[in-house]
């Protein structure tokens, strides 16, 4: 549970903080699947964040 924690919590905060070590830190390191997809496939099998947005 705990890794999941440190995986999810950045991803799910950079859309409110994108300066966050953390989720830089995953990006940088291609660790995330949308930095391994091309622009085109990302809407679809990319990280959803639709639930994190505020309405």
Do not use: E, W
Not at 1 to 27: E, G, T
Not at 30 to 42: E, F, K, S
């Amino acid at each position: 549970m705990q890794i999941a924690d440190l995986c999810l919590y950045p991803i799910v905060r950079s859309k409110d903080n994108p300066d966050n070590q953390a989720f830089l830190s995953l990006k940088n390191a291609d660790l995330l699947v949308d930095c391994r997809l091309t622009h085109n496939q990302i809407n679809t099998l990319g990280i959803k964040y639709y639930c994190f947005d505020n309405p």
